[in-house]
């Protein structure tokens, strides 16, 4: 007999939709930059479960295995590094009116998009339409479609690679 | 079911904590986490606007991975910029880093 | 500090691995002149591969 | 699907219905909760055992049944009643929860690794990079813990763990990508439903090696245990734990043993593929202790490498030899040697 594990998409949509919102005002406001991090973690696993329920598994754990496993972990080391900052976030004279100047810029964006969104919302899908998106449709589209973007890429990763390095040495 | 907007609502209101961290904080390890926000941000719409396509296409999730891939990268090379400016002005807030000759 | 350049790698290798899988479900699928791309990208990142461990290992440089 | 009772007589038949579905036995008896906890508190036992005998002492003996195999039990009690130290100025929120997602991500790949035909818990299509995805949060859930415990050998600790596993991991990836290949699906169930005429430790025999390696050295095991080296660190990142976290991260430390022992076995040595008089869930277990003592073997034998040898080795040999083999891997494929064996 099997027991079918009915939860509505809707609830798992609200629950992650908080998660996420929560962490990364947690990542921005934490006292300390290793909190921060973490919540910067949290949020995107939040985000990875958006992933998931938009039919989008791989990029899901993409998301995980690079953002929560490479990302995070070069931030640990890097705020590591430079340990002596960690625990004192500066806050000086006039931080609260740009803190206020910023909030109403950040939410006056975030209105005015979500609005327009909502006044469009009847002409948007409301239902996603049927039909999956399946992991092994990626590969061709991403080695036959779009070659270009690959090759340019692997310039990037080696630019980035040479950069960050040649960067971080120390000169002498 | 979920409907369309709702992501997109979500991800404007990632977009406006990104700016206001943008915006507002002080630390530089800190803009890059409102960077990486903005950045998610972005990708969820594209995710969400792929797979409300009719038929549903998988072109979007290849553009959320090139934009995953140029992110991260984004984040190593900010990181070791972060590493010099802290050799050479021995902090990290941003307020600081006024000086033009290392 | 030493090792802080092998850090810098893993999070480029890890997108890396990440394309080459989505590459290696479907790869019977993709023809072969497009895999000879995935191959380009591979042979792109070695150079950059081999400069990074000569920089890595020298110690002078951490 | 079951009804839910709404009459007080309904509800014991509704509690069997639930305790018999097959979601429910798999999610908590077999491939599930009580089998994990089991099978790592056997390994504990396992380990002592045989790297007793090995050395020729006798090992656990006096905790009772055959062999003194009741001593994890005895451990866990005697662990669970121990006063849990937290060093002053330690990070308390952080000491304590830790331990407790690590255990949460030792048990979360057994979600998708298939113990047998039907014994799988998910049945994901993306199982293998879900196994990869969990796997690669580990390090930076150890250095967030040996920093929190604000002392400094763990953090030298976490800081060769965090090096260690992020230069190993990727060969292991890239190694893998070759039985992907071969498949062609990252659904676990399908690798293994693939490998029912050959094993892909044939066809992908230098893939192996490097996997097997490059596990040996996710898990900390000699001779790549430089985390916990005892002589320099004390015990490495996990120094300061005790009591209640000691345990919880040593069973963390098992089912990760445990789980990276059943992800070879189903990636290389054919998951559950035996002759048929043993039920298939059998097959993968005996498989699985083979290759933990396997890993567990050189514990006993080898000494540990230097840290600066063993990131070279990491980076230098075994990636190259990993993108190397996708080459070989692509060229065997095409060159249709093993269409006589379907792939």
């Not at chain 1, 998009?113 to 092994?136: D, E, H, K, Q, R």
């Not at chain 3, 023809?31 to 070695?46: K, Q, T, Y």
């Not at chain 4, 976490?158 to 290949?181: C, D, H, K, N, T």
């Amino acid at each position: 007999m099997e027991i079918a594990l009915a939860v509505p998409p809707d609830a798992v949509f609200i629950v992650l939709t908080t998660i996420t919102l929560l962490a990364a005002i947690l990542a921005l406001q934490a006292k300390e930059l290793i909190y921060g991090a973490i919540a910067l973690g949290i949020s995107f696993i939040g985000i990875a479960g958006l992933f998931i329920l938009l039919d989008a598994p791989y990029l899901a754990m993409l998301q995980i295995a690079i953002y929560v496993g490479a990302v995070v972990v070069l931030i640990l080391f890097t705020i590591m590094l430079v340990r002596r900052e960690v625990g004192e976030e500066v806050v000086e004279r006039g931080e609260r009116g740009e803190g206020a100047a910023g909030l109403w810029i950040a939410g006056l964006l975030a209105v005015s998009i979500a609005g327009l969104a909502a006044l469009a919302g009847p002409n948007l899908a409301s239902t996603p339409p049927a039909g999956v998106l399946s992991v092994s449709e990626l590969g061709p589209v991403l080695v036959t479609d779009y070659p270009v973007p690959l090759v340019i890429l692997a310039l990037l990763l080696s630019a980035a690679l040479l950069g960050a390095l040649m960067l971080a040495k120390v000169e002498r | 079911m979920v409907a369309l907007v709702s992501y997109i609502i979500v991800s404007a209101a990632l977009l406006g904590i990104g700016i206001y961290g943008l915006s507002v904080k002080r630390n530089a390890i800190r803009i890059l986490f409102a960077v990486e926000i903005i950045v998610n941000a972005a990708n969820i719409n594209f995710a969400a606007f792929t797979r409300y396509l009719n038929p549903p296409n998988v072109s979007g999730q290849v553009i959320v991975f090139y934009s995953i891939a140029a992110s991260a990268m984004e984040a190593a090379v900010g990181l070791a910029l972060i590493l010099v400016a802290f050799r050479v002005n021995s902090s990290i807030d941003v307020r600081k880093m006024d000086k033009l000759k290392g | 500090m030493q090792y802080y350049p092998y850090v810098l790698m893993f999070v480029v290798f890890d997108v890396v691995g990440m394309f080459l899988f989505a590459w290696g479900i479907s790869f019977r699928a993709i023809p072969a002149a497009d895999s000879l791309m995935v191959l380009l990208f591979l042979i792109l990142l070695g150079a950059p591969l081999g400069f990074a461990l000569r920089l890595a290992l020298r110690r002078e440089n951490w | 699907m079951v009804n839910v009772p709404t009459t007080p007589a309904d509800i014991l038949p509704f509690i069997i219905s639930i305790i018999t579905s097959h979601t429910f036995i798999t999610l908590v008896i077999f491939p599930g909760m009580i089998h994990l906890m089991l099978a790592s508190a056997f390994l504990t036992w396992y380990e002592r055992k045989l790297l007793a005998r090995i050395q020729l002492r006798i090992g656990p003996l006096y905790a009772g049944g055959p062999g003194g195999i009741l001593q994890p039990v005895a451990d866990g009690v005697k662990l669970i009643f121990k006063e849990v130290i937290i060093p002053y100025k330690a990070d308390r929120t952080l000491f304590t929860w830790i331990p407790l997602v690590l255990i949460f991500l030792g048990t979360l790949p057994f979600a998708v690794i298939p113990f047998g035909m039907n014994w799988v818990i998910a049945n994901l299509d993306v199982g293998l990079v879900f196994v990869f995805a969990t796997t690669s949060v580990f390090p930076s859930m150890i250095i967030i813990f040996a920093w929190a415990s604000n002392s400094k050998y763990p953090f030298i600790g976490g800081l060769r763990s965090l090096f260690q596993q992020v230069a190993y991991e990727i060969p292991m990836w890239i190694s893998a990508l070759s039985v992907v290949m071969l498949a062609g699906s990252l659904n676990l169930v399908d690798i293994v439903k693939a490998q029912s005429k050959i094993w892909f430790i044939i066809p992908a025999f230098l893939s192996f090696i490097v996997f097997f390696i490059c596990i040996m050295a996710e898990l900390e095991r000699l001779p790549f245990d430089l985390p916990e080296a005892e002589p320099e660190l004390v015990a490495g990142w996990y120094t300061e734990a005790s009591g209640a976290i000691f345990m919880a991260l040593f069973l963390a430390l098992y089912l990760k043993l445990y789980m990276m022992s059943t992800l070879t076995t189903v990636l290389f040595l054919g998951g559950w593929w035996g002759p048929s008089f043993l039920p298939q869930p059998v097959w993968t277990i005996i498989k699985t202790m083979a290759v933990a003592t396997a890993i567990i073997i050189p514990r006993a034998i080898y000494p540990r490498i230097r840290v600066d040898m063993l990131i070279k080795i990491g980076w230098t040999r075994l990636l190259i030899i990993a993108l190397a083999n996708v080459f070989i891997t692509l060229l065997v494929i095409n060159s249709g040697v093993l269409s006589a064996w379907g792939l």
